[in-house]
Structure formats: C-alpha cells, structure tokens
C-alpha cells in the first residue's frame, strides 16, 4: 500500500505561512461575514504555533525569524473584526 504525507497548500508569502500556522493552531480564524482574522486569546493554540514555527519554518528561514513572522502577525490581529457592529465581531 501506497502512503503519502499530507502536504500542506502552497504559500506564496512569509505572512500568508503565518496566517495559515496560526489559523492550523486555532490562536486566530475569520470573522464568517468579512473575512478578517480574529485572534482566540488562546495562550495554548499561540505556543502551538509558536512550536510549529520553531520546528518546521519556510524553506530558507531559521526558527527565530519563522518565530518573528508569527508575533508579527499576532501583534497585527485584533480580537474583534473592525467591520462589524459592537458586539456582534
């Protein structure tokens, strides 16, 4: 029998790999109206990707700048979606 690795869907930016680990990890997803990412305020889904950066970064970047990009994209995600009314995001 034939096995194969899962492979992940192709990543065209070092903030789009971010996103997706984060999104992978449940630290953030989309608010379902807008599409804005939202941020869980989950301290175990954000090491979750933290591991993820650290143990599998792109190709070509070191688990500290993979890392960087993560607190990057973190620190540029709110917990609400700016399009929606107070309370409803």
């Known amino acids: 029998m034939l096995m194969t690795k ?7 930016t070092l903030r789009g790999w971010a996103i997706h680990v984060l999104q992978e990890a449940g630290a953030i997803h989309e608010c379902e109206e807008h599409g804005w990412a939202k941020e869980r305020a989950d301290p175990h889904a ?4 933290f591991d993820i950066a650290k143990q599998d970064p792109p190709f070509g970047l070191s ?6 990009e993560i607190r990057e994209v973190l620190a540029s995600v709110g917990d609400t979606c700016p399009e929606c009314l107070p309370g409803v995001g």
């Open 46 to 49: 954000r090491e979750i990707a």
């Open 6 to 12: 899962e492979r992940r869907p192709a990543i065209r």
């Open 63 to 68: 688990a500290d700048e993979a890392v960087a």
